[in-house]
Nanobody, 116 residues
Framework: DVQLVESGGGLVQAGGSLRLSCAAS????????IGWFRQAPGKEREGVSV????????YYADSVKDRFTISSDSAKNTVYLQMNSLKSEDTAVYYC?????????WGKGTQVTVSS
């Protein structure tokens, strides 16, 4: 079974940093498009950053460019999201997502709260 388990969320002050981890099992992260989405209270889930395996490109939402960095470790089958210069508007539940052959897989999410 495909499983995604996020960790690393928490409470941080504005301007601080956090690193989220997504441990994958049941598949190789090198074979799937994989990345991070987030959902703030009262808002729709939005894409934050994704690694596309079709062309090895990365996508960042405009709101996080130059602050967040996505990376992956094939040996650990884990994807990371380094978040720097956090803002209150980054507060949300962050979800790991994997896409393969038209099927989306989701983790349960990890809460990130940025206090101003």
């Amino acid at each position: 079974d495909v499983q995604l388990v996020e960790s690393g969320g928490g409470l941080v002050q504005a301007g601080g940093s956090l690193r989220l981890s997504c441990a994958a099992s049941g598949f190789s992260i090198d074979a799937y498009d994989i990345g991070w989405f987030r959902q703030a209270p009262g808002k729709e889930r939005e894409g934050v950053s994704v690694i596309s395996r079709s062309d090895d490109s990365t996508y960042y939402a405009d709101s996080v460019k130059d602050r967040f960095t996505i990376s992956s470790d094939s040996a650990k089958n884990t994807v990371y999201l380094q978040m720097n210069s956090l803002k209150s508007e980054d507060t949300a539940v962050y979800y790991c997502n994997a896409l393969h052959l038209g099927t989306n897989y989701w983790g349960k999410g990890t809460q990130v709260t940025v206090s101003s």
